[in-house]
């Protein structure tokens, strides 16, 4: 979540304040109370209760008057599902999802970047399913996951540094990339091979090979991952299945660009007389 100090001006102004509040209440998992918020909220008091006032008018919010605690509002269910078919690659990659996961018998993953992490849009699980952090709708590092590393190594400079700059290098294993310079040299590599790893960077004994999905001009638009774990297989036999993955990926980019063809139709045909 992005925040400033008390008093602070707000690089989005008041909307981009609201959505730092939404943040504070989504992040915390479950309803949450006033007082807790305001522990953490860089807003004054009477700033942070006007909008959360404001959020729950609106219904972006939920206000337990009995326990006075606050929970992201039904509105959001509404976005999130407009989000997520407008958006969202999922609903175009679906069936490309589960041809891979047909021949592949592992996890599949599917992301996109969200303000430099990784969002999983969709998953398909392995024959013998194996209980891991990424689900869909969950938001993860981008820098320990395979996903984010083959997003991140195609992204343009701006972007790229804007992305390094929201990644905690938190060591979560002994395997985690825990600085920009290691990371960075890892991009380069990603970007040589075409595919990324994640080396139990992220969970221990979870290991990973991932693609990009990128449009035709380069666009970075998400990336797919098989998922498997060290008592089930190797990197190197996951290795085996990129030419594959990338393939799929080339499928589902092509279908994203068909998919937004007829918008940029119909755009580019505004103003024309008939």
């Known amino acids: 979540m992005t925040s400033t100090k008390a008093g602070d001006g707000h690089s989005d102004g008041t909307v981009g304040k609201a959505l730092d509040v939404l943040d504070m209440v989504a992040s915390h998992g479950s309803p949450v109370r006033f007082s807790d918020l305001l522990e953490k909220s ?34 959001l269910v509404r976005l ?22 047909r021949d592949t018998g592992e996890t599949i993953h599917l992301a996109q970047m ?17 209980e891991m952090f990424a689900q869909a709708g969950k938001v993860g590092p981008a820098y320990c996951t395979g996903v984010g590393k083959a997003m991140l190594a195609f ?7 804007a992305a390094l ?47 990009p999905i990128r449009s035709a001009s380069g666009r970075v638009l998400g990336a797919l991952s098989v998922t498997s774990t060290t008592a089930r297989t190797t990197l190197a ?3 085996a299945q990129a030419p594959h993955m990338k393939d799929i990926a080339a499928h589902i980019a092509a279908d994203a660009e068909s998919w937004r063809f007829p918008e940029q139709t119909q755009e580019q045909g505004r103003g024309r007389k008939t």
Not at 119 to 125: A, E, G, M, T
């Open 42 to 75: 860089p807003y004054p008091k009477a700033t942070l209760y006007r909008f959360l006032q404001t959020l729950t008018n609106q219904g972006m919010l939920l206000h337990d008057p009995d326990s006075g605690s606050y929970a992201l509002g039904v509105r």
């Open 80 to 101: 999130a599902h407009a989000a997520w078919s407008q958006s969202s690659l999922a609903p175009i990659a679906r069936p490309w999802l589960d041809v891979l996961a």
């Open 114 to 130: 969200d303000l430099g992490q990784v969002l999983y849009v969709d998953k398909r699980n392995a024959a013998r399913p194996v």
């Open 155 to 161: 992204l343009p400079d701006d972007q790229l540094n």
């Open 165 to 211: 700059t929201r990644q905690s290098f938190h060591r979560h294993t002994p395997e985690t990339l825990a600085s920009p310079d290691a990371l960075l040299a890892e991009l380069a590599a990603v970007r040589s091979r075409g595919h990324a790893f994640d080396r139990e960077e992220h969970e221990p004994g979870i290991i990973c090979c991932a693609v």
């Open 237 to 239: 036999e996951l290795e």
